[in-house]
């Protein structure tokens, strides 16, 4: 297995916490067992038993695994976020919300609650926050080439509400009431703007997904603008190891670099892809207005140079407004992308009203591939902060007591 996410909560009701896991990875195609989400039951004695046959013919690569009781039944229900489908990255994966039978075994009712929430894209992370403040918690999530949206919880059906029109490579949304005005607003991780690709609504960076040397398999091919031209990203020994009808059309690699898209590609197959695009990469804050409306504004510059992948709530300085720490980094990219490794944690002052500054974390580097950051109550001694690095051991941090 390779283990994306993994939650504890008592899927039984028998007072004992429980172990919920999302699988994922391009190891595995089809359905094969290695991509089932799975279920360990806890049998009081810290002994874990997987329970069987706890999911049906989910066999996708999953980004997360939200708990939450959304009917009120009394039994914990799961949101289980499709990222890509295994060997088709661009095909959008399924999500699903997934009904609690009362044993810990889950049924799929995506499509009497949450149709919608089928073909939402490849979710990145989600989480549940009442956002409209009724009650309910509603579902918050955000995609890779696509958007960061809420499925507003009208008791136990759910209708998608689009918070921002900025198509991303969105990776997190921490909810915060960043301005203290007593609404939700949203902390979100991108990519950043310390990256070779650039997009805008006029120029955005594009993925065009399709069979284009027509021998079965679709092909990914991901496009951006330089200096009002289209070009491919890859370059000419990359694409033509896919497809090799280019090393033909392109004897010479100078010839290739000149070339805009449409002069690589057939126009019909370029135009019969399926097209996913992203206009906006910046790590931004979206300010609720209290009728769900949100206003994205850009973090400042020093929070744009890596791709952020969780942050938390801190209090920095002893005011009233929550200060934000983030954490990312990335470093599996080829070499035109490169790695996005200048971070070592930043976090973000709250000047009031949407406003941040940034300050480096005093007398500490956090080092590596963060995925995630979970406050832990120490008691007495105060907060600490676990953070789960990328193929790297676990690390704790602690801030210093402010007197």
Not at 144 to 155: P, R, S, T, V, Y
Not at 241 to 261: M, R, T, V
Not at 338 to 359: M, P, Q, S, W
Request: charge should be negative.
């Amino acid at each position: 297995y390779e283990d994306v996410d993994a939650v504890w909560t008592d899927v039984n009701n028998d007072g004992n916490v429980d172990l919920v896991i999302a699988s994922g990875g391009n190891e595995y195609y089809g359905n094969d067992e290695h991509l089932l989400p799975r279920v360990y039951l806890n049998d009081g004695n810290a002994h874990f038993k997987k329970l069987e046959n706890a999911f049906q013919n989910l066999y996708y690569t999953f980004s997360c695994v939200v708990p939450y009781d959304f009917n009120g039944d009394g039994f914990i229900d799961l949101f289980l976020g499709g990222r890509a489908v295994p060997w088709e990255y661009g095909k959008t994966p399924h999500s699903y919300l997934l009904q609690n039978d009362g044993t810990g075994k889950f049924v799929d009712v995506t499509e009497k609650y949450a149709k919608e929430l089928q073909q939402v894209g490849m979710v990145t992370q989600a989480t549940w926050v009442d956002i409209d403040k009724d009650g309910y918690k509603d579902l918050v999530l955000c995609c890779e080439w696509g958007g960061i949206c809420a499925f507003i919880n009208d008791k136990g059906h759910f209708t998608e509400h689009r918070l921002t029109d900025k198509n991303g490579w969105w990776n997190f949304v921490l909810p915060v009431d960043v301005d203290n005005d007593g609404d939700v607003d949203l902390i979100a991780g991108n990519l950043g703007l310390n990256s070779r690709l650039k997009a805008s609504s006029t120029e955005p960076v594009r993925l065009y997904y399709n069979d284009f040397d027509d021998n079965g398999k679709n092909e990914q091919v991901v496009s951006y603008y330089v200096e009002g031209k289209e070009l491919p990203f890859a370059n000419k020994d990359e694409l033509q190891k896919q497809i090799p009808e280019i090393k033909k059309d392109f004897l010479y690699a100078g010839d290739f670099a000149k070339a805009s898209i449409d002069k690589i590609f057939k126009k019909n197959k370029l135009k019969n892809a399926q097209l996913l695009t992203a206009d906006y990469f910046a790590n931004a804050v979206l300010i609720n207005d209290g009728q769900l409306h949100f206003a994205t504004k850009s973090l400042p510059w020093e929070a744009q140079l890596t791709s952020y992948r969780d942050a938390v709530v801190v209090n920095a300085n002893n005011d009233n407004l929550p200060d934000i720490l983030l954490v990312g980094n990335y470093y599996d990219n080829n070499i035109q992308m490169g790695r996005y490794d200048a971070d070592f944690g930043t976090v973000l002052i709250n000047k009031g009203h949407g406003n941040f500054t940034c300050e480096t974390v005093n007398g500490l580097q956090i080092k590596g591939q963060v995925r995630h950051i979970r406050k832990i109550d120490l008691g007495k001694n105060g907060e600490a902060y676990v953070l789960a690095r990328n193929n790297d051991s676990a690390m704790v941090i602690q801030q210093k007591r402010q007197r």
